[in-house]
């Protein structure tokens, strides 16, 4: 009998809404027993989130979703059960961080002259309290000062890819970010592999690359996929030497169609990621 597990899910230390106690308390109250926190390119929920994972009885795994590049594509991965102190996560952890304020200071370099304007950089800081903010405190800066209509109008004149403000980060290949991991102690698994657009192709060639440079597993167990979706998943299993992984992929309860831990069975001869981990 599996347990029940949910190793893709978003805190308020990323893009999430409840904080990593109340993730965990959820969690918890949906009878997930494993546990992965997994917020973006950030290790700051972690030790929230395993005190609470002692208070509630669930074991927690350590968990992060970093945004890797492969073949000039911008990729997830979440790697999962490495030592969170380990120089080899932490090390890679600042240079993503790095990474998002050198694309943060250059968007706002390319706005102040599109748009024009005067300070775009400072003035999503200041908004957002970050050195490194996003495309959406960017679209507010537009809005506040009265060069866009709306959110929308500032993603489609200026923020969304092609557009003058665009600017992709620089984030760490995918081979070094499965180097770290595995220097950490921990596993990789490439996330949501059905949401790229990779043709069957593509998604065969990705995954030999993954398995050359040492990576681990792929996140099958995802919510919605469509039964051809879900044989292409089961094929990939069988013909690359990757344990099977799952997650919600949870940020919010306003997001009524997901739940922590409700996530589809995985095929029926995969090799679960938590027999490695615990391995
Ligand atoms: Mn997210
Ligand atoms: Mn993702
Ligand atoms: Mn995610």
């Known amino acids: 009998m599996s347990r029940r597990y949910d190793f893709h899910c978003h805190s308020t230390a990323s893009d999430g809404t409840l904080t990593p106690t109340e993730l965990v308390q959820r969690a918890a109250?949906?009878?997930?027993?494993?546990?992965a926190l997994t917020d973006h390119d950030t290790l700051a929920g972690l030790e929230e989130a395993r005190a609470a994972a002692q208070t509630a009885g669930i074991q927690l795994v350590n968990?992060?979703?970093?945004s890797v590049v492969w073949q000039n594509r911008e990729l997830h991965m979440v790697a999962l059960g490495f030592d969170h102190q380990h120089e080899a996560i932490t090390g890679l952890v600042d240079r993503q961080q790095q990474a998002r304020e050198k694309r943060a200071r250059i968007m706002g370099?390319?706005?102040d002259k599109a748009v024009p304007m005067t300070g775009a950089y400072d003035r999503a800081a200041a908004l957002s309290g970050q050195s490194a903010p996003g495309r959406p405190w960017f679209a507010r800066v537009?809005?506040?000062?009265?060069?866009?209509?709306?959110?929308?109008?500032?993603?489609?004149?200026?923020?969304?890819?092609?557009q003058s403000g665009f600017v992709r980060t620089p984030?760490?290949?995918?081979?070094?970010a499965v180097a770290a991991v595995a220097e950490a102690g921990g596993m990789s698994v490439i996330a949501h592999p059905v949401s790229y657009g990779l043709t069957r192709t593509k998604?065969?060639?990705?995954?030999?690359?993954?398995?050359?440079?040492?990576?681990?597993?792929l996140e099958v167990a995802v919510p919605g996929l469509?039964?051809?979706q879900q044989r292409l998943m089961a094929e990939c299993l069988t013909d690359f030497p990757l344990s099977a992984s799952g997650g919600s992929d949870f940020h919010s309860p306003?997001?009524?169609w997901l739940e922590l831990g409700r996530v589809p069975e995985l095929p029926a001869d995969a090799r679960p990621i938590w027999a490695a981990l615990a391995a």
Do not use: Y
Request: some cysteine; overall charge negative; proline content about 2%.
């Open 29 to 35: 109250g949906q009878g997930v027993e494993l546990l």
């Open 63 to 66: 968990g992060i979703e970093l």
């Open 109 to 111: 370099q390319r706005l």
């Open 142 to 162: 537009l809005l506040e000062a009265g060069h866009v209509r709306s959110m929308d109008h500032a993603f489609n004149r200026f923020l969304k890819q092609g």
């Open 171 to 176: 984030w760490v290949a995918m081979e070094d």
């Open 203 to 217: 998604l065969r060639r990705l995954l030999a690359d993954f398995v050359a440079c040492g990576g681990d597993g």
């Open 226 to 228: 469509h039964p051809n």
């Open 254 to 256: 306003a997001q009524t």
